[in-house]
């Protein structure tokens, strides 16, 4: 376990192809971790040992690798640079104190880039720049640190300088303690020197006003101070190197030494508002959260866990939130790319694994206190898929749930109305890399075709209405009346206070899903309805609910409140209640101005500057709307809107022929928007028009 200060979690994130991988597996092979020499060209990462990642020489999932650097132990999880893969990121930020940015010299700030940068600070991180490719040919060195400070702030500082850039880089110069010959350097120190002390005072309002009184800080409080100022956003440092010749490796490594936090120096507050949850390697008990869970075709399934406080061991019963009672901890495996080794204990700050726990899912916490879930990206791109041979049905099912249980940007769905198998991703390079696992992992091929887009259906206005089902054939007959009031229910609404209003003055309890937003109240006096087909009244209603009325589609944001009824002591039941619920609400839904909701989705689109216009054009045939744009360095300008998931399903395509394959995006869930009213007509005739085909 050791000591807590001289543990280093950090997370390795950037845009594709800035040397992320490789900078991994050159500290490992320069710290002796591991033997022999290790390339991602060649195949041999460390890290990417996946098949796909061997192809496509990028990096798909989260590797977890460890080393010892100058008695520090260092845990690093390298993640993926394309933004189809960010979940992998969000999963091990949770995991760790560090988030070492990683900028290709030659291509600058691009746009994962930009999203690492500010998820590293709303996950609370201390921020690292990591200069990568020092020695490629034609780089204006000063014009990238400017474009760092200018898009990321004044409080990226160089920690150290190049001497030489190009093929003439050769060394490395520190900027914190300037040597009297800097001949060389890419730019003067000095002047960065001053600018590097005053982020690192800022923190600390004494040592600062000594400062500009002229008193230099001793070196025992730079040490002291460079870690809150890390820690407090003052600073960020930026170092440089290539990773590829293992120049400036040492320097990066003695940095995080320096300057990053340990698990000592963040404990992670959990909570918001006034229920705070501070937890720190001192917190007593065992906390700790899995935070990646990957399927390994040998050792089946791996479930990677972060230590925050107290112990973990093997054979220990734990506490477990996705389990019913107390799991027995399995063996605990310290992980190095595709291999693991036994460990007897995990202590906090530890990043372990343990094999073939199947009660063990991503975000599920060990220990008796409750940490959030982790907030992974919604995915919006999908595929209907159906396996290629006939009766693979059930294995396909099988192998999808396995990609479900190991990426939590993968979404399976069966829609109840189109009986389609709908999987959903980040990206269509996201779901061609999932099909590419099938095949390979277990042995499927699918057939592929667009999906229905999750339209919803709601209402605008107020209705009220009954529905009388009866039927009599002999014998005993059906018989269920149902009264009821509908209205529109705003999402966000306080429901306790929404009840206890003046409109519901009869009400006896309510019944509400979160999902759909759905509400609906029991409001019958005098035992108009007798309790028990109460049950069946919202069966009647959940039916409804995901049925349709107008379309089809799934119905949200609204409220039903029952308040008469009628029943028959022989003839009614709780199949003629359910009936007379679901007609009722299909008869007052069609008279409160119902309406089609389509998914909006906001993106960042991040194009050469010469086709901005090109990319407002395009958003504007499509329904988009621009909110703003912002210049993101390099000749390249980060475009933001809003624009209907029907109209950028396949928009990939659309900005690589705009940009010559030089745009790229980013583009998550937004929220539910009315459909324009011609939409609507067209979906409401295809859906009608399939019903008369069916029929």
């Known amino acids: 376990m050791g000591n807590v200060d001289k543990i280093r979690n950090l997370v390795l ?89 990683v900028i290709n010299a030659h291509s600058g700030i691009q746009v994962n880039t930009r999203r690492v940068f500010r998820m590293a600070g709303e996950a609370g991180l201390g921020r690292m720049i990591v200069i990568n490719k020092v020695d490629d040919e034609n780089l204006d060195f000063p014009k990238l640190v400017a474009n760092i400070e200018e898009i990321f702030g004044s409080q990226c500082v160089l920690l150290n300088v190049p001497i030489g850039v190009g093929a003439n880089f050769k060394g490395l110069i520190s900027t914190l303690k300037p040597p009297s010959d800097t001949s060389g ?47 407090a956003g003052t600073l960020v440092p930026i170092v440089c190197c290539s990773a590829k010749n293992r120049i400036g490796l040492k320097e990066i490594l003695d940095a995080m030494v320096l300057c990053g936090l340990s698990p000592n120096d963040l404990p992670r507050n959990f909570g918001d508002g006034d229920n705070q949850l501070l937890v720190g390697p001192e917190s007593n008990g065992l906390v700790a959260q899995v935070f990646r869970t990957r399927i390994d075709p040998f050792v089946q399934k791996l479930s990677f ?62 220990g008796d206190v409750a940490i959030p879930p982790i907030g992974f990206p919604r995915p919006m791109v999908g595929l209907a898929v159906a396996p290629k041979t006939r009766g693979d049905e059930t294995k396909l099912s099988s192998a999808l749930h396995k990609v479900v249980e190991e990426d939590s940007t993968f979404h399976l769905d069966r829609d109840p109305q189109t009986k389609e198998l709908v999987i959903t991703g980040m990206s269509e390079l996201h779901l061609t890399v999932i099909q590419e696992r099938l095949l390979r992992r277990d042995k499927l091929e699918v057939e592929t075709k667009p999906p229905r887009i999750a339209f919803r259906e709601t209402i605008t206005g107020k209705g009220e209405g009954s ?19 509908m209205q529109p229910l705003p999402r966000g609404t306080d429901i306790p206070k929404f009840v206890v209003k003046d409109n519901f003055h009869s009400m006896k309890e309510y019944h509400y899903d979160e999902k759909s937003n759905f ?30 009325v107008v379309a089809g589609y799934p119905v949200q944001d609204l409220c039903i409140e029952v308040h008469f009824g009628k029943y028959h002591d022989v003839d009614s039941s709780e199949a003629a209640f359910k009936t007379a619920a679901r007609q009722v609400f299909k008869q007052v839904f069609l008279e409160a101005r119902p309406v089609l909701l389509e998914p909006i989705v906001k993106m960042e689109v991040t194009v050469p500057e010469k086709n901005v216009g090109d990319i407002f054009s395009d958003m504007s045939s499509r329904n988009g709307r621009v909110s703003g744009s912002d210049s993101v360095g390099g000749g390249m300008t980060a475009v933001y809107c809003e624009v209907p998931l029907r109209e950028v399903t396949t928009y990939a395509r659309t900005l690589s022929s705009i940009t010559g394959g030089m745009g790229s995006f980013t583009m998550e869930f937004h929220h539910y928007d009315t459909m324009p009213g011609n939409i609507q007509q067209e979906v409401i005739a295809k859906a009608n028009l399939k019903d008369d085909e069916e029929e």
Request: net charge negative; proline share 4%; glycine share 10%.
């Open 13 to 101: 994130c950037g845009h594709g192809g800035c040397g992320k991988t490789t900078l991994a597996d050159s500290f490992l092979m320069m710290t002796g971790a591991v033997n022999g020499n290790h390339s991602v060209d060649d195949g041999t990462s460390v890290c990417d040992f996946d098949p796909e990642e061997k192809k496509h020489k990028y990096s798909i999932e989260a590797a977890s690798t460890h080393f010892t650097h100058d008695n520090c132990n260092f845990n690093v999880i390298d993640t993926p640079g394309y933004p189809d893969f960010i979940g992998q990121v969000a999963g091990a930020m949770r995991a760790v104190e560090n988030a070492l940015i």
């Open 185 to 231: 350097a890419a730019v003067d120190p000095k002047p960065i020197s001053d600018r590097l002390i005053e982020c690192i005072v800022e923190v600390d309002d004494e040592a600062m006003e000594r400062y500009f009184e002229g008193q230099v800080p001793s070196d025992e409080e730079i040490h002291r101070l460079i870690v809150e100022a890390v820690k």
């Open 305 to 366: 866990i972060r230590v925050f406080s107290g112990q973990l061991k093997r054979d220990d019963s734990v506490h477990a939130s996705s389990a019913r009672k107390n799991l027995k901890m399995g063996a605990l495996l310290k992980v190095q790319g595709e291999h693991t080794s036994p460990v007897e204990v995990a202590g906090p700050g530890d990043i372990v694994a343990v094999a073939k726990m199947e009660d063990l899912h991503t975000s599920t916490c060990l």
């Open 467 to 485: 529905y009388r089902h009866k039927k009599q054939s002999g014998g005993r007959g059906q018989f269920g009346e149902v009264h009821i009031r």
């Open 519 to 548: 509400l609906w109240v029991d409001s019958i006096v005098g035992g108009t309805i007798p309790g028990n087909f109460l049950p069946a009244i919202g069966k009647g209603f959940a039916e409804r609910i995901a049925s349709g």
